[in-house]
């Protein structure tokens, strides 16, 4: 029998996969780390898989690299099946958390090893100048004679990164490559990282447990969740149309509620949330399931002293207000329905004066605000 991915790629001659994912799962004795997993990874696009500890991204990746061979199914790469290929003879390379560079070795010998393996072997001279080529694509050019114990932390990514891609590898993997650096580093090594991506034109595929980092720097996002694909888009995709609750929750900061529908009509419905107030939500997938969950995001909902025209109003307190510079994030216990959240822009708070812990408020819903989401499996 044809996967979905198998037709979906039959269906669509122009799209070309470095690297697929099709029917496969992955046990470790009566533990299902993968299960099922249908995916195609487009050639020269930044992917991630996201998602909390033991979710099986890690696995996924370790199943390209060659490093675990699936229980089911088929991990193919450039059109070939990589049942019977070690993972030295992939052609991938990868960097892992804690880099693995040798000690031992100069920045170019530790740049230099993959090639040195190589059969037939390289003239030295090939070697010398892809690795002050790649030096000077990381920003390490003045390096080569550095002992890696010298270098900071920053600096020894870029080596384990030049390593990894002086072999011009279809794809590169990375195993939360950033984990051990320091915010300000972490966030300056991302855009580092991305613009690498983009001027090699690699396919990169990332493992990260960070959502800001998945949602920064990838072209497309796989969410992960008990061994599952829970969804695949952009980062904007998922931030706004996310499929289930899980994704909804684990994507962003997400306000979570319950409502009864009354009625639908053009991919919108009309509900009724826990504290009896009515409001006009887009549906993700149109069904006829009565209760429902919604979505609405921070940043959607607004405060005011008083209900405003057009806008469907919940009671609500203060509970904790923190000023976070752009905006500021208010926690709110709204009656009938729980704590929310809403982030208020600095300029909109200027304009209102701002609220205390303690006021009550009304938290102000637009109509269309917010998102049904669909039944979980």
Same mark, same amino acid.
């Given at each position: 029998?044809?996967?979905?991915?198998?037709?979906d790629?039959?269906?669509?001659?122009?799209?070309?996969?470095?690297?697929?994912?099709?029917?496969?799962? +992955?046990?470790?004795?009566?533990?299902?780390?993968?299960?099922?997993?249908?995916?195609?990874?487009?050639?020269?696009?930044?992917?991630?898989?996201?998602?909390?500890?033991?979710?099986?991204?890690?696995?996924?990746?370790?199943?390209?690299?060659?490093? %675990?061979?699936?229980?089911?199914?088929?991990?193919?790469?450039?059109?070939?099946?990589?049942?019977?290929?070690?993972?030295?003879?992939?052609?991938?390379?990868?960097?892992?958390?804690?880099?693995?560079?040798?000690?031992?070795?100069?920045?170019?010998?530790?740049v230099?090893?993959?090639?040195?393996?190589l059969?037939?072997?390289?003239?030295?001279?090939?070697?010398?100048?892809?690795v002050?080529?790649?030096?000077?694509?990381?920003?390490?050019?003045?390096?080569?004679?550095?002992?890696?114990?010298?270098?900071?932390?920053g600096?020894?990514?870029?080596?384990?990164?030049?390593?990894?891609?002086?072999? %011009?590898?279809?794809?590169?993997?990375?195993? %939360?490559?950033?984990a051990?650096?320091?915010?300000?580093?972490?966030?300056?090594m991302?855009?580092?990282?991305?613009?690498?991506?983009?001027?090699?034109?690699?396919?990169?595929?990332?493992?990260?447990?960070?959502?800001?980092?998945?949602?920064?720097?990838?072209?497309?996002?796989?969410?992960?969740?008990?061994?599952?694909?829970?969804?695949?888009?952009?980062?904007?995709?998922?931030?706004?149309?996310?499929?289930?609750?899980y994704v909804?929750?684990?994507?962003? +900061?997400?306000?979570?509620?319950?409502?009864?529908?009354?009625?639908?009509?053009?991919?919108?419905?009309?509900?009724?949330?826990?504290?009896?107030?009515?409001?006009?939500?887009?549906?993700?997938?149109?069904?006829?399931?009565?209760?429902?969950?919604?979505?609405?995001?921070?940043e959607?909902?607004?405060?005011?002293?008083?209900?405003q025209?057009?806008?469907?109003?919940?009671?609500?307190?203060?509970?904790?207000?923190?000023?976070?510079?752009?905006?500021?994030?208010?926690l709110?216990?709204a009656?009938?329905?729980?704590?929310?959240?809403?982030?208020?822009?600095?300029?909109?708070?200027?304009?209102?004066?701002?609220?205390?812990?303690?006021?009550?408020?009304?938290?102000?819903?637009?109509?269309?605000?917010?998102?049904?989401?669909?039944?979980?499996?």
């Amino acid at each position: 029998m044809q996967s979905s991915l198998e037709a979906d790629a039959t269906k669509d001659s122009n799209q070309e996969y470095v690297a697929e994912f099709i029917g496969v799962s +992955k046990r470790f004795g009566d533990i299902l780390a993968a299960n099922q997993l249908n995916l195609g990874i487009q050639r020269g696009e930044f992917l991630s898989f996201l998602g909390p500890s033991g979710c099986g991204k890690t696995t996924a990746l370790r199943m390209l690299a060659g490093f %675990e061979p699936p229980s089911e199914g088929v991990v193919r790469i450039n059109h070939t099946d990589m049942s019977a290929v070690p993972s030295y003879q992939r052609p991938v390379n990868m960097v892992f958390q804690q880099y693995a560079l040798f000690p031992h070795m100069t920045v170019g010998q530790n740049v230099g090893y993959g090639l040195r393996q190589l059969r037939p072997r390289l003239p030295k001279s090939e070697i010398m100048a892809r690795v002050k080529k790649v030096l000077a694509t990381v920003r390490l050019g003045d390096f080569a004679d550095r002992r890696t114990w010298e270098l900071s932390g920053g600096q020894q990514q870029r080596v384990a990164l030049a390593r990894a891609i002086v072999n %011009e590898p279809k794809l590169l993997l990375l195993d %939360e490559p950033m984990a051990a650096l320091d915010a300000k580093l972490r966030a300056e090594m991302q855009r580092e990282l991305l613009d690498l991506q983009r001027s090699l034109g690699i396919t990169f595929v990332l493992v990260t447990h960070d959502q800001e980092e998945a949602l920064s720097m990838s072209d497309r996002i796989c969410i992960m969740g008990g061994g599952r694909i829970a969804q695949v888009g952009t980062p904007q995709e998922l931030y706004d149309r996310p499929v289930n609750r899980y994704v909804a929750d684990f994507v962003g +900061k997400a306000n979570i509620l319950s409502g009864e529908v009354v009625s639908r009509q053009d991919g919108q419905a009309k509900l009724v949330l826990g504290c009896g107030t009515e409001v006009i939500v887009p549906e993700s997938s149109p069904d006829d399931r009565r209760r429902v969950d919604v979505v609405v995001r921070p940043e959607a909902l607004s405060l005011s002293s008083t209900p405003q025209n057009g806008n469907a109003a919940l009671r609500a307190r203060v509970t904790h207000c923190t000023f976070l510079g752009d905006h500021t994030e208010y926690l709110l216990q709204a009656e009938g329905i729980g704590p929310l959240q809403i982030n208020l822009p600095r300029q909109a708070e200027r304009a209102s004066g701002g609220y205390g812990v303690g006021d009550e408020v009304h938290i102000l819903w637009a109509a269309g605000t917010g998102l049904i989401l669909a039944a979980e499996d």
